[in-house]
């Protein structure tokens, strides 16, 4: 017999591929159901809702976006945040290009209200820890002065990857983009490359104040 934690991955599956033919989540159980060999009982005793099912494969969602960033952290340089933090940004857009279903449920779900202690809330506060805390570092480190204002950096990167975020949903029909040959994946990680490179010259330790 199917033990419960393998009839609850089934079913997220199930949903997933579900919202990527049908572009929504399955309404009842039944519709579920006739993805998976689970029961309409048994779909019932886990997500007793839309919404407790759309919850579920937020959670799955986040959880493959953390294991993505946390095999870039892995990859970078350990003593520099800088780059750790271009790793993230690479290993960030390299999984929204390769799970669009899955990053258009998160982006949708961010750009919406967000219920505190939900998942998506949990996932939004742990980038803006990683953010403080690697920006914080590099000001440590004096790659950026001390009197670099890391709480407004901090929400100069949230707006600029929002942006990003809505750049992969709403490309193909933003004017502003018409005649642009590379990819969106391209063109957003010139753009974080960009801003971190200014930020980092902007902010440098003047000659003479670095100890």
Not at 83 to 98: F, G, N, P, V
Request: with cysteine; aromatic share 6%; charged share 25%.
């Amino acid at each position: 017999m199917e033990g419960r934690g393998n009839i609850y991955q089934s079913l997220i599956f199930a949903a997933q591929k579900h919202l990527e033919e049908t572009g929504s989540l399955p309404a009842d159980p039944a519709e579920l159901a006739r993805r998976t060999e689970a029961t309409e009982a048994e779909i019932h005793s886990m997500f007793r809702s839309t919404e407790e099912l759309h919850e579920a494969l937020i959670y799955h969602t986040v959880t493959l976006l953390n294991d993505a960033l946390r095999e870039g952290v892995i990859k970078a340089n350990a003593s520099d945040p800088i780059e750790q933090m271009h790793s993230i940004a690479h290993s960030y857009l390299d999984w929204a290009e390769r799970n669009p279903t899955l990053f258009r449920l998160m982006v949708e779900g961010l750009n919406g209200p967000i219920k505190p202690d939900s998942a998506l809330h949990r996932y939004t506060s742990s980038m803006r820890d990683l953010y403080h805390r690697k920006l914080t570092e590099a000001q440590r480190l004096g790659i950026l002065a001390e009197d670099t204002d890391i709480e407004l950096t901090i929400m100069m990167l949230h707006c600029l990857v929002k942006g990003g975020n809505m750049m992969f949903l709403t490309r193909s029909t933003d004017p502003w983009f018409d005649g642009d040959t590379r990819s969106t994946r391209e063109l957003s990680e010139r753009i974080f490359a960009e801003f971190m490179g200014n930020l980092v010259r902007a902010n440098a330790v003047a000659a003479g104040k670095d100890g």
